[in-house]
């Protein structure tokens, strides 16, 4: 049975950091692209980063390019996101999803081709 399980969200102030894990059970996630969503109180879920399979790469919405790193430690079959300069509109829940409708070359935020997700973390960014 497919599954992921989000975990480090929590409380920091303006300009800190969190690292999101994305912990992958019931498969490789090596194979599939993952993907961190997030989604705010009356807002619609949106893409953050995706990071592809095998070594196919990394996608951002522009809105973190440059503060935000998605990356895999296949050993621990983890995706992670580490997030720099957190600013109070980045506070949402985050979730990790695992595409399953698109091909081996994906590297979309697409929310309706992920079909795996967790259940999420919130991240909060308040002084």
């Known amino acids: 049975q497919m599954q992921v399980v989000e975990s480090g969200g929590g409380l920091v102030q303006p300009g800190g950091s969190l690292t999101l894990s994305c912990t992958a059970s019931g498969f490789t996630a090596e194979h599939y692209a993952i993907a961190w969503f997030r989604q705010a109180p009356g807002k619609e879920r949106e893409g953050v980063s995706c990071?592809?399979?095998?070594?196919?790469?990394?996608n951002y919405v522009d809105s973190v390019k440059g503060r935000f790193t998605i990356s895999r430690d296949n050993a621990k079959n983890v995706v992670y996101l580490q997030m720099n300069s957190l600013k109070p509109e980045d506070s949402a829940v985050y979730y990790c999803?695992?595409?399953?409708?698109?091909?081996?070359?994906?590297?979309?935020?697409?929310?309706?081709?992920?079909?795996?997700w967790g259940q999420g973390t919130q991240v909060t960014v308040s002084s």
């Open positions: 990071v592809g399979a095998g070594r196919v790469g990394t």
């Open positions: 999803g695992v595409a399953t409708a698109s091909g081996w070359y994906y590297t979309g935020l697409d929310v309706g081709a992920y079909g795996y």
